[in-house]
C-alpha cells in the first residue's frame, strides 16, 4: 500500500514571495506522483505530475516540483506566487495506469498583499 | 470539449433517507472513479470502473454504498439508509486509460 503525507496543513506567503509545499510519500512499489489544485467550491485541477524521465517537472501557472527517489519526496515549488493562487493543493500518488489516487491531506496556500 | 459533470451540486437529506448521486464523465473516457472528501478522513477513493464493470470497490465504506455504471458512460453512486458521517462531497473523475483523471465540480452531500 502507498501513503502520501503533506506535513503542512497551512502555508502563509505574501504576494510575489517564493513558496515550496512539501510532499512526501511511502510505497513498496514504483509510483507515479501528481500535484493537484482545489479552488474554493470547485474540482480538482492537474498542475503537473511525474511519470518518469527528468525528475523536474513543469505544470501549468508556473509551479514546478522535483522528484527525489532517495528522500521520497515530490515537493511543488513556485518562485513568485500570486494572490489568485490562494487554494488548497493536493499531491497523490498512483501504482499505474487506471489506478486509483492516494491522496495527502492537503496543504492551504494562502497568498496575501 | 464537456468536462465531467456531477449532479446534484448539494444535496441535503434527512437521516435514514436514501440517496442517489450521479456522474457524466468526459465522452470517450473508459476509467471511471468515485472519490469523497471529508473534514475528518481528506479525500478518500471510494470505487473505480472500467467500462461497466467494478474491479476495483476497495473504497466503498459500507454495504450501504453501491454503484453501477451503464453504457460505458453515466455513473450512479447510491447511498442507502444515510447517516451523519456520511455527509461530504462526493468527487467523480474518469480518464482515457492514462494516468490523468480528470475531476467534475463534486455533490456536496449534507445529512440532518
Known amino acids: 500500500a502507498q501513503s502520501v503525507t503533506q506535513l503542512d496543513s497551512q502555508v502563509p506567503v505574501f504576494e510575489e514571495a517564493p513558496v515550496e509545499l512539501r510532499c512526501n510519500y511511502s510505497?513498496?512499489?514504483?509510483?507515479?506522483l501528481f500535484w493537484y489544485v482545489q479552488y474554493p467550491n470547485q474540482g480538482l485541477q492537474l498542475l503537473l505530475k511525474?511519470?518518469?524521465?527528468?525528475?523536474l517537472v513543469k505544470g501549468i501557472n508556473g509551479f514546478e516540483a522535483e522528484f527525489n527517489k532517495s528522500q521520497t519526496s515530490f515537493h511543488l515549488r513556485k518562485p513568485s506566487v500570486h494572490i489568485s493562487d490562494t487554494a488548497e493543493y493536493f499531491c497523490?500518488?498512483?501504482?499505474?495506469?487506471?489506478?486509483?489516487?492516494?491522496f495527502g491531506t492537503g496543504t492551504r496556500l494562502q497568498v496575501t498583499l | 470539449g464537456a468536462g465531467v459533470s456531477q449532479s446534484p451540486s448539494n444535496k441535503v437529506t434527512e437521516k435514514g433517507k436514501d440517496v442517489e448521486l450521479r456522474c457524466d464523465p468526459i465522452?470517450?473516457?473508459?476509467?471511471l472513479y468515485w472519490y469523497r472528501q471529508s473534514l475528518g478522513q481528506g479525500l478518500e477513493f471510494l470505487i473505480y470502473?472500467?467500462?461497466?464493470?467494478?474491479?476495483?470497490k476497495s473504497g466503498l465504506p459500507s454495504d450501504r454504498f453501491s454503484a453501477e455504471r451503464t453504457g460505458g458512460s453515466v455513473s450512479t453512486l447510491t447511498i442507502q439508509r444515510t447517516q451523519q458521517e456520511d455527509s461530504a462531497v462526493y468527487l467523480c473523475?474518469?480518464?482515457?486509460?492514462?494516468?490523468?483523471?480528470?475531476f467534475g465540480p463534486g455533490t456536496r452531500l449534507t445529512v440532518t
Open positions: 473523475a474518469s480518464s482515457r486509460d492514462t494516468y490523468e483523471q480528470y
Open positions: 510505497s513498496s512499489v514504483s509510483v507515479y
Open positions: 511525474y511519470l518518469s524521465g527528468s525528475t
Open positions: 497523490a500518488v498512483s501504482t499505474g495506469t487506471a489506478s486509483k489516487l492516494t
Open positions: 465522452s470517450g473516457h473508459t476509467a
Open positions: 470502473f472500467q467500462g461497466n464493470s467494478a474491479p476495483d
